[in-house]
């Protein structure tokens, strides 16, 4: 595995902690802990380049990066769906990641399917939510989306070579971290209630 791999897997790292940095900050943990776990995946990932250590850690990677991805996806709904006001408890949306991981682990290909559930439900939350402009609903959903195409399609794209695939990939899950928190802001809240 090249030394030029720790780079992207870097920035994925550093990025998620900013958004659990940013996102604890506003009084959302779940979903920034959610954005914690992709941060951590891509620190492993670094960890595990740089030391030169890519068999011993693979597994830790790869199970950090399926699992705690999967894990980190449903936080993030957690968070959304808190955040625009729904209520749910948080016991319950833990015991759903909880059973997500475990069915993963039982059988890695539902935890694709399930992933890419979890992104097309933050699509449609973000798309139907009240906000304060037309525009937002949608540029939050496509934010949001951003992601399932790049699980979907460039993850495994034969027609790139290995180098531009793995980069592709961990800039696009990078930009998506980023994006995150501003669909977690105060602008996809509900709209004020007209008077």
């Not at 699980?151 to 495994?156: E, T």
Request: glycine share 12%.
């Amino acid at each position: 595995m090249p030394l030029h791999y720790a780079l992207s897997d870097g920035l994925v790292g550093v990025v998620g902690l900013w958004g659990l940095w940013t996102l604890a900050r506003r009084g959302q943990l779940l979903a920034g802990l959610g954005l914690g776990l992709f941060g951590l995946a891509g620190l492993i990932g670094l960890v595990r380049i740089t030391s030169g250590l890519i068999e011993p850690m693979a597994v830790i990677h790869k199970t950090v990066s399926q699992l705690g991805g999967l894990a980190g996806l449903a936080l993030i709904l957690s968070g959304l769906v808190r955040h625009l006001g729904l209520k749910g408890p948080t016991l319950g949306v833990l015991a759903v990641a909880t059973v997500a991981v475990v069915i993963a682990v039982q059988m890695p290909a539902a935890g694709q399917v399930l992933f890419a559930a979890g992104l097309v439900s933050g699509v449609v939350i973000l798309a139907v939510a009240p906000a304060r402009t037309m525009t937002l609903p949608v540029q939050s959903a496509l934010a949001f989306g951003l992601m399932l195409p790049n699980v979907l399609l460039l993850r495994s794209a034969p027609a790139l070579n290995p180098d531009l695939r793995w980069h592709t990939y961990h800039l696009i899950v990078a930009l998506w971290l980023v994006l995150l928190p501003f669909c977690l802001s105060e602008r996809v809240k509900a709209a004020p209630k007209a008077r």
